[in-house]
């Protein structure tokens, strides 16, 4: 029998858990759930079953010869003993037996061993039950170009058992190493447009360049830095280990002295030693309006959006269920879109160096063509030992690495991913949650530089963007915390949105859509909930996390300040049509309509006008 007063006890104990559970390991937990689809093969426990009576063959031997960078291939194969479990792993390059193996003095590891994960993966019976009955079958797969042969290996015992039975022939691109993917990005200036690109060509090799100039006229050229890293760059397992794979070489080039809302068109070039040339496709792109020019101006957020295969492999657990929709909704509305942000986890590659590749081709039609301008999330930054401000290994041992390299940002210091950057009307201060934002810290410094430099009289949307959730979100995770927000998230940093009239706070972290009230100190300052005019005395806060991966649960609690929640996938659309009216638009990644929106009308006197915390003291003086 309990003893009195047990069950109140216990009761507390219960609703301490309830509103505490989620400070005590917020950061080591998955936010969304979902786990990297090459972690779950146990590619160290491999073993060698190879059998006469097992075959795969892949087919065609040589691909891209008309210059294509990715292309379907077909692989077929039989074997006398097949199972549900068995399935096909893509390798490259071609050889992943022991002998590329670094030296392990680990006693559990037995050569010959496996020592790379492979690229992706299908199931053996994908097509059809038929695979067990009758043993032979056959898998389409889109490969990419990734600067190495690849091959094709059949294994059973599933993922966590893998016994290699076959190896097929290899397959190769006709030129592994042309330069591609490029990538946009705003320079440091307004006029100033950065392409970055991989290729396999080091500058020992060839010089990299970019050939370009206005649409229809003579073309200039501009040369390429060249940057690579290599496996004692990564911080940690799987990035250091079985997830290692050369990521060749990125070229970034500076175009400088840009005509404003001119059409460009660019060839990334390789003159090799011989004198001959190596060209890309052409490409073009729309330079960036001046800024506070008064014209049509459309900006598209989203965060934490992955990738997805198209030939369907890797499908453990539909790991990014919504990134293909969300990119082909992108790149269905192209001509309607200015510049993208991407707030944050962008592959969710996890130390698996070679989704990196897949990713930049996945989103290629997008970066060719506008500035695709991106943030750093746990899943870029986050390693234990690394200086991250969560000391947990999000990245996989990437530790910012990646990010840094492969895309270009305007920052100062690249390592430090926090910058500003202007597009006509529209001033944004991106912020990094995996760095210390906090009040006397470097970030804070330039946090504050950023929105007071912002002349809100030429550029009068004022855009604040991070991933973690520094400001409100209902998600059940930040509900069980009890503060709806990140630990230490927005206790800093609010009394600036409010004193330098920051319009949106944009944060990603949270797979789904969430918009609040004008809102200061957990307040709304405003009752309206479609249109705002004149002075609003508080900052909107959007989680805008629903690009592509494992969607988010919102806690039971509501929370007064949260206007509309969306459990799906989506991004969100800014259009500003001049100095005082701006389209807020919340879109679905399955179909591009609109499930949210709002407007804003206002003046400059409007920003000028004083609202609590937010005015500049003044005297009787005359």
Not at 74 to 95: G, M
């Amino acid at each position: 029998m309990a003893r009195p007063g047990s069950f109140a006890c216990l009761n507390f104990v219960l609703i301490w858990l309830f509103f505490n559970w989620g400070t005590v390991d917020t950061a080591h937990r998955h936010v969304g759930g979902g786990e990297q689809p090459l972690s779950k093969i146990a590619i160290h426990k491999a073993v060698y079953a190879l059998n006469d009576s097992a075959s795969i063959t892949a087919y065609p031997l040589v691909l891209g010869i008309k210059g294509e960078d990715a292309q379907w291939i077909t692989v077929e194969l039989k074997h006398h003993d097949p199972s549900e479990d068995d399935w096909v792993a893509v390798f490259s390059p071609a050889k992943f037996n022991s002998s590329t193996c670094l030296p392990d003095d680990d006693p559990r590891q037995q050569a010959p061993y496996i020592c790379s994960a492979p690229i992706k993966y299908k199931y053996a019976n994908e097509s059809g039950s038929d695979y067990t009955k009758t043993g032979n079958t056959s898998l389409e797969f889109r490969l990419i170009n990734q600067r190495a042969d690849f091959s094709f290996a059949l294994f059973s015992g599933g993922l966590s058992n893998p016994k290699l039975v076959a190896v097929s022939n290899p397959i190769n691109f006709a030129n592994p190493k042309a330069p591609l993917y490029p990538r946009l990005s705003q320079g440091k200036s307004w006029n100033e447009m950065t392409i970055t690109w991989t290729s396999g060509y080091n500058i020992d090799e060839a010089i990299p360049f970019v050939a370009w100039g206005l649409k229809g006229q003579l073309q200039t050229q501009s040369p390429a830095g060249t940057l690579t890293f290599h496996r004692n760059s990564m911080c940690g397992s799987p990035a250091r280990t079985v997830g290692w794979r050369d990521p060749g070489f990125i070229h970034t080039s500076f175009l400088k002295d840009l005509w404003p809302n001119s059409v460009y068109t660019y060839e990334l070039g390789h003159q090799l030693s011989n004198g001959s040339y190596i060209w890309s496709k052409i490409y073009s792109f729309k330079s960036s309006p001046y800024p506070g020019q008064d014209s049509l101006q459309r900006v598209v957020i989203f965060g934490d959006m992955g990738k997805a295969e198209r030939d369907g492999s890797n499908e453990y657990s539909n790991y990014q269920p919504g990134s293909l929709n969300t990119t082909d909704q992108l790149i269905k509305d192209l001509d309607n879109i200015d510049i993208v942000f991407h707030i944050g986890d962008i592959t969710y590659a996890n130390g698996y160096i070679s989704q990196w590749d897949q990713f930049t081709s996945l989103v290629e039609p997008i970066a060719s063509t506008v500035p695709y301008m991106i943030a750093s999330g746990n899943h870029e930054r986050d390693a234990p030992g690394t200086g991250s401000f969560y000391d947990i290994n999000d990245s996989g041992g990437e530790c910012g690495v990646l990010a840094e390299t492969m895309f270009y940002v305007p920052a100062e210091n690249r390592a430090k991913f926090w910058y500003s950057t202007d597009y006509g009307m529209f001033h944004f201060c991106i912020a990094d949650t995996e760095h210390d934002w906090r009040e006397g810290s470097e970030q804070y410094r330039f946090i504050e530089s950023c929105l007071a430099s912002a002349d809100r009289q030429k550029q009068p949307w004022l855009i604040f963007a991070a991933h973690r959730v520094l400001g409100y979100s209902s998600s059940d995770f930040y509900g069980l915390e009890g503060s709806f927000e990140e630990p230490m998230g927005r206790e800093s940093l609010q009394k600036l949105w409010q004193k330098y009239k920051v319009d949106i706070a944009f944060f990603g972290h949270v797979h789904n859509y969430e918009r609040t009230c004008p809102i200061y100190q957990n307040q709304c300052v405003n009752t309206e909930r479609s249109h705002y005019s004149g002075t609003v005395n508080g900052t909107i806060h959007v989680v805008v996390g629903g690009g592509g991966s494992h969607l988010s649960e919102f806690s039971p609690l509501q929370t007064f300040w949260s206007l509309y929640r969306d459990y799906d996938y989506g991004f969100v659309k800014l259009t500003a049509f001049n100095h005082s009216s701006l389209l807020f638009e919340y879109k679905k990644s399955r179909d591009g309509q609109v499930y949210d929106s709002f407007t804003i009308s206002r003046d400059y006197r409007d920003v000028l006008a004083c609202v609590h915390d937010g005015c500049e003291p003044t005297t009787l003086a005359s």
